[in-house]
């Protein structure tokens, strides 16, 4: 097994053990850039000399943190002090903006690595795709907008990234790249040096190649470690096929099922889980409030280079769906009254939720990403979600499902996640 | 009459009609700068070298928007391109990123000139407070956070300044400054690239020399102009002595009971406004936001910079107060039932709210900035608030009060602030 294909948790207890450093898990991950990347473009900015520079140093310095000497992909519309961030824009070809957002700057003081910036949907929103392939069929697309951080983490090029979510750009790419993702709770990540779309939507999360490494990355965001052993058997499942079921995909719907009956075989309750009526019209309130922040978070491009921005990022700024300031409060006002509604149904009843990660597999084809609509909702709940795959689907692409929590109650969904992820997982994807 | 005395809306005026330069202006307000600065100290970075050759470029170039050829100050929490951001924090004393803040991108768009960044409370939040004197009485704070952009602004040293408001950083020292502010709803305008501190009250904002400066910069951000015309006799003015009016001092019962007695005179229908009990909890509320929003934001100083890290903001992160995810949530809940109720008053028996800006006067010293007790509630509720001086109090030094409307109103707002100002704003400041 080569160092770029070890979890990120398999490498910090080797690393800490000193039987790797991080110069031979780096040169690991870079190599398999050099072999891979001509054909799954996951990267925009990788330099290698620098990587190999900042993990000497690594080896040489006390640990400093959780993440010590691990390499980490860093989604181009997240600032980082070395590199540039560009956003997929032409707007922002050359720009170079030397200060890290939170997320980075927590990771690199937890002592994480940042190999490079990986590619992403222009402004994680709308316009340029990210040139990214799907590692296990470069005719697909790996989903977006975390485009690069998706696949880079799934064909072993990095065993840790960073994405964003506004719609479903963190947990559809890991259900298309069959790997784990966590989106946490709205604002426990904070979300200073991120490119804004919307505010009340935008939410930093990050990809491993297991629900460990999920875990390990939380800790440096002081997401506390879940002490108690969670057994699957005895948890409460509510298995929600959710207000948009009609556009599941027959592979979604199959390892939905599949997980589901894992799951039941190994003990756990699962009852199907309908959501109260009124949170039918989330997904609705998430368009709503998607193109109204969008408006206010796209102006400045708007004014300053108007002919370089995409087509639907300004209709946004001119509010071309003509959502009111009225229809605007009432979006925000049904997701302030189903948030609660939704956390209650947790403890005396349900202990996690199992919802599909995305339609199915992966399209065909790089000129589009995929549906968010199983996402969307969860998105403006503010409530954690983890990515889980399932296996391969009818074209041997993965398939996953999410699962998700009560806001804040992101350590205990992730002892859960751990707990039944070698349940869900049966069909682990190898290093090739 | 000096060019630095104008308001930006004079200025701007006499720029369109080529009987002021860009230059002239700028020229105008960099004398008064260096008469006035090295005493008032609103300043952490001014170039005016720079200044002057971006003026002579926006009097050659054809007028960009409604800003064009106005000086402009950036509390120095906002990220310019062309000067260090440093958040008054050793931390950040040589940070220069490149890139406009989203704010001063759609200024700078719409033809502004940035002058320079003002000082400011580190990270708006807490630590080393700005050198900045009150130019009523340099014995005297001219409030905080935004303490450089309020004095900047009252002391003819540029007609516009950006501020932000957790607590009560933007109508404080409008109050404390005689000047007007204007807090718009939030997210109206996109905080990017703003210091967070909390992402649920962060408001990013602006100062002006009269209530048609603010509607100016308003309509930069598209508020658009509110084409109706606003009499105050009729208007129905609800009093609002808020539920921290134990906190009030003599001057700021003063000034608020002449500002309802004039508003009175003019024909304005004043009743008394009482809140609904509720509302008591929401200083709480905002107390639990702010501390645990807070540890999120200052993680990444809290880790890479920790001893120069003010130690109330290593509280946060520490969550030393002991918030517990439920009472944030339940906080959460309460601010988000309490909005619709606010928001509910107006129409059929409410045109717009008057309260105190602040608990009286600027107190003495420079140890501290005053108390931001009569605008977190707002802050919290995401409400636009304009601030309008009504005089001077009993130690010569200037008192305010807020108006404030239900939330997207803020068209309306500033055209009712326009209205009402000439007859709230009795006693206006002159210049020397």
């Not at 993990?55 to 959780?66: F, I, N, W």
């Not at 804004?196 to 990050?206: A, E, F, H, P, Y």
């Not at 599941?248 to 099922?257: F, K, M, Q, R, Y």
């Not at 002892?415 to 682990?428: L, Q, T, Y």
Request: with cysteine; charged share 20%.
């Amino acid at each position: 097994m080569q160092p770029c294909q070890l979890t990120a948790s398999a490498a910090a207890g080797l690393i800490k053990e000193r039987k790797l450093s991080c110069e031979e898990l780096v040169r690991s991950c870079l190599g398999r850039i050099q072999m891979r990347d001509g054909e799954v473009r996951a990267w925009l900015h990788v330099d290698p000399e620098l990587a190999i520079r900042n993990a000497r140093e690594l080896d040489k310095s006390s640990p400093r943190g959780v993440l010590h000497g691990l390499p980490l992909g860093v989604k181009d519309v997240i600032d980082t002090a070395d590199f540039p961030t560009t956003q997929n824009s032409p707007i922002y070809a050359s720009m170079r903006v030397g200060r890290d957002a939170a997320c980075v700057a927590v990771a690199r003081g937890s002592g994480a690595l940042v190999l490079g910036k990986t590619d992403t949907v222009e402004f994680a929103s709308s316009g340029r795709k990210a040139l990214t392939r799907n590692p296990f069929n470069f005719a697909h697309t790996p989903g977006g907008s975390s485009s690069g951080s998706g696949a880079a983490v799934a064909d072993f090029m990095v065993p840790l990234a960073f994405g964003t979510q506004t719609g479903g750009s963190l947990i559809r790419p890991a259900a298309f790249n069959g790997i784990y993702g966590m989106k946490p709770s709205w604002n426990v990540v904070s979300r200073e040096g991120v490119r804004m779309s919307s505010v009340t939507l935008d939410t930093v999360g990050w990809y491993g190649r297991c629900a460990e490494d999920l875990a390990l990355m939380a800790a440096a965001f002081r997401i506390p470690d879940f002490r108690q052993t969670i057994a699957v058997r005895g948890l409460r499942v509510g298995l929600c096929r959710s207000p948009v079921w009609s556009k599941i995909e027959p592979a979604g719907a199959t390892a939905l099922d599949a997980a589901a009956k894992r799951l039941s075989a190994e003990g756990a309750l699962i009852d199907e889980l309908v959501l109260p009526e009124h949170f039918n019209r989330l997904i609705e309130a998430h368009a709503a409030i998607s193109h109204r922040e969008g408006g206010a978070s796209f102006l400045p491009e708007y004014l300053n280079a108007h002919d370089m921005l995409a087509e639907d990022l300004q209709a946004k700024v001119e509010n071309a769906l003509n959502i009111s300031d009225a229809e605007l409060l009432q979006s925000y006002a049904l997701a302030d009254a189903c948030r609660p509604v939704f956390d209650a149904l947790f403890g005396s009843s349900l202990d996690v939720v199992l919802t599909p990660g995305a339609p199915g597999e992966a399209p065909a084809g790089l000129h589009g990403t995929g549906d968010s609509i199983f996402n969307r909702m969860w998105t403006l709940l503010h409530v954690p979600c983890v990515a889980v795959p399932v296996g391969r689907g009818p074209t041997r692409l993965p398939v996953g499902v999410q699962l998700v929590g009560s806001r804040m109650s992101d350590a205990r969904l992730l002892a859960i996640a751990r707990a039944m992820a070698p349940v869900i997982d049966a069909d682990p994807i190898s290093g090739e």
